[in-house]
């Protein structure tokens, strides 16, 4: 059964419009009710101004107007979304040579760090205002040193204060001059504020933050004002009746920043630390009184004050906005909100799991089995004693009472085969193509895929929850629900705790996020690009020692990051030689040679969104294959970037192998099923490869 899919999702309001509307109950229609359209009383959310010796302003419907009322609060400026961060490359010997972070006049395309030339690497703020080095600069390690430039633009001279605070040490220069540094013994990430004066047009912040012990990352802003005196805070609230709490099986409160928002006093429990949520699931029904309820939320002045400065200028960031519905389900409301998701598999067993709008148990029936979970939003069920190579018919539900008919979702999952002939599929990037990706997973079943695994970047903002099932989970259900899918971490993805869920296994040959399946000849290895891979790391040993006693005829190994690619901008190379992204230089230095040592068959990739095959002198086929869903990239202007290219499509696409004893026969097709580039490989033999 084909399931439709659609997000119950956020409202979108203009900033400071007036639109925040409250579905509530009153009185609450029975559990049997379709709730969440039967919620039936509407309320609209007030405001007041809160000065800072706590006098209160009237509560008015008006948001503007209690914006107004907070009276003069600092002016925040429009501040860089965008950097150009580098960072030193630590995997050879220093040498003298430095660039001073003073000594560039205008946002640098090259920086020298250790006598070597930096990684380099485009990074935006998170919606928080975050810039996290991570993404795409390597894991922190303690005082690591990144370095970052923005321009910022005023319309005028001014003399400005700049907040900030990062995990590590931070230094800071205005158009070539220092102007702070942290001082020793000053407490890890906290608030620094301190003066700067701006010129009339463009000025370059250039910034060094050191990584703390497990993060590496640096909120900032500008304002007007260096030491304000505490400006008050803006708050909210929606009064509303409600009848008998016992009425729902759940509640669900969909809105923005709801980790600001209070229902009766008590925070709203989020379901995941780490994401980001328009809709939280999961909530509580004993949260709710018989008779008066009341949601809050606030945001100091200040906080108001910069989201008003963001929102003037750029249409991306976060407006001073309130909206939201608190929703009331009965048990009919309660369904399979993420998956199934076949999230692993073997010759004889099953890994089955799904996520719920509310906390109730979910049963699984397979096999003459049935099989049920622990009330809560994530369920995974582990099926064993199954035979290679066979089909099993399942149904998955929430296991409550009253539930609707259409909650039970229907499947067939099927093993791996023991022994070859099998068929293995490959993609990246399905982020942000929603369409595009519904087509290639439609592409992927029509193949009869043994196992499909996805080269990274499976949404574009790995903490914000909805995208996970909007636009990746949502297009592909059929896909998940019945074919075996992995995934190797994107910097789209990167820490997001649901990839964690829904794309790790506790495996004993797994290390961290790198981990390893064998399906009939072939064994697949996925890998973690953003690992520290430097000679004698954990990663490479693990990488090294997998490979070392892998006596399999295929070895495919599956990350983000090509060491090789005629695309513009990951592929472009400094004057050096080497690759001028960090990742990508990390792909060509020290991951491809343990590859090539091991004589890999082929190592797929993603982050370049297009069709590419490259053929080393090493010996390993680089297969970039990000063409499922995102906007495709073009290809760089110079004809030496690459220059082991053989195959380079611009079109959505998407990768199969099928393979048995005699050969690994490749095939790259787009969406349509037209053939882009056949490949075909021998079983490996152990030893170097033949020079």
């Known amino acids: 059964m084909r399931r439709k899919w659609k997000r119950q999702g956020s409202l979108v309001a203009a900033w400071l419009g007036l639109g925040l509307i409250l579905g509530l109950a009153n009185p609450a229609p029975p559990p049997s009710a379709h709730a969440p359209e039967a919620l039936v009383e509407v309320s609209a959310w007030e405001y007041r101004a809160v000065a800072a010796d706590g006098d209160a302003g009237p509560w008015t419907p ?98 400005i204060g700049i907040e900030a605070f990062a995990d590590g040490d931070m230094a800071w220069w205005v158009n070539q001059e220092p102007v702070f540094r942290t001082p020793e013994g000053a407490r890890p990430g906290a608030v620094h504020r301190f003066p700067a004066r701006l010129r009339e047009g463009d000025n370059v912040l250039a910034v060094v933050v050191e990584s703390g012990a497990n993060d ?62 328009d809709a939280v699931p999961g909530i509580p029904t004993d949260l709710l009184r018989e008779g008066r309820n009341e949601l809050t939320r606030s945001w100091a002045a200040d906080e108001v004050s910069a ?16 909206e939201g519905r608190l929703l009331g389900l009965g048990a009919t409301a309660v369904h399979i909100q993420t998956g199934p998701h076949i ?71 099927r093993t791996l085969p023991a022994e070859g002939p099998v068929t293995l599929g490959f993609c990246g990037d399905p982020q942000s193509g929603r369409e595009v990706w519904e087509r290639a997973a439609r592409r992927f079943q029509d193949g009869n895929p043994d196992l499909v695994v996805i080269a990274g970047d499976l949404v574009v903002a790995g903490r914000e929850d909805a995208q996970w099932d909007d636009d990746l989970f949502g297009p592909a259900a ?36 790198n981990w390893v399946q064998r399906v009939g000849p072939a064994l697949v290895v996925g890998i973690n690009y953003n690992d520290h891979w430097g000679p004698g790391s954990a990663a490479a040993t693990w990488l090294d ?49 343990i590859l090539e ?21 090493g010996g390993v086929t680089v297969i970039i294959t990000a063409g499922a869903g995102a906007r495709l990239y073009g290809p760089s202007q110079d004809p030496d970037q690459n220059p082991h290219s053989e195959v380079y499509v611009h079109r959505h696409h998407v990768s199969f192998v099928r393979a048995d004893a005699e050969q690994a026969v490749f095939t790259a097709v787009d969406l349509d099923g037209e053939v882009l580039d056949p490949r075909a490989w021998a079983p490996r033999q152990r030893g170097p490869w033949p020079r």
């Open 62 to 159: 008006n948001l503007a107007e209690a914006v107004e009322a907070l009276g003069d609060i600092p002016a925040t400026l429009p501040w860089p979304r965008v950097w150009v961060t580098f960072a030193p490359w630590d995997f050879a010997p220093p040498r003298n040579g430095d660039d001073h972070p003073a000594s560039f006049e205008a946002v640098p395309e090259l920086i020298h760090l250790r006598g070597h030339s930096a990684g380099r690497a485009t990074l935006t703020v998170d919606r928080r205002g975050a810039l996290d080095f991570t993404w795409l600069q390597g894991e922190p390690r303690p005082r690591r040193p990144g370095h970052a430039f923005a321009r910022v633009t005023v319309p005028e001279t001014m003399d």
């Open 216 to 277: 590496w990352t640096m909120t900032s802003r500008g304002v007007r004002v260096l030491d304000p005196p505490h400006p008050g805070r803006l708050e909210a609230r929606a009064e509303f009746q409600a009848g008998d709490p016992s009425a729902w099986r759940s509640l669900t409160f969909q809105g923005p920043e709801p980790e600001r928002v209070r229902l009766n006093s008590k925070p709203l429990p989020l379901p995941l630390p780490g994401m980001v949520y």
């Open 307 to 322: 989201m008003v400065a963001a929102a003037t200028t750029d249409r991306r960031a976060t407006p001073v906005r309130n």
């Open 343 to 413: 999230a692993r598999a073997t010759e004889t067993s099953l890994r089955i799991q799904c996520r719920t709008n509310a906390v109730v148990p979910a049963v699984l029936r397979i096999d003459g089995r049935e099989m049920r979970s622990a009330p809560g939003l994530r369920h995974v069920f582990k099926v064993d004693g199954l035979d290679p190579a066979t089909g099993y018919p399942y149904e998955l539900a929430p296991d409550i009472r009253g539930a609707a008919d259409e909650a039970i979702v229907r499947a067939t999952a």
């Open 478 to 513: 059929d896909l998940f629900a019945s074919v075996p899918v992995y995934g190797a971490m994107g910097n789209h993805d990167h820490r997001a705790p649901v990839f964690d869920w829904a794309f790790t296994d506790p495996h004993p040959d797994r290390l961290g996020r």
């Open 545 to 593: 020692r997998v490979l070392d006693r892998s006596e399999d005829p295929y070895v495919f190994v599956v990350s983000h990051v090509s060491p090789f690619s005629s695309s513009w901008p990951h592929g472009r190379m400094l004057e050096d030689g080497r690759v001028a992204a960090t990742a990508g230089r990390i792909a060509r230095e020290l991951i491809l040679p």
């Open 597 to 617: 040592r091991h004589r890999v068959t082929a190592w797929f990739c993603g982050h370049d969104h297009n069709y590419e095959r490259s053929e080393p002198p």
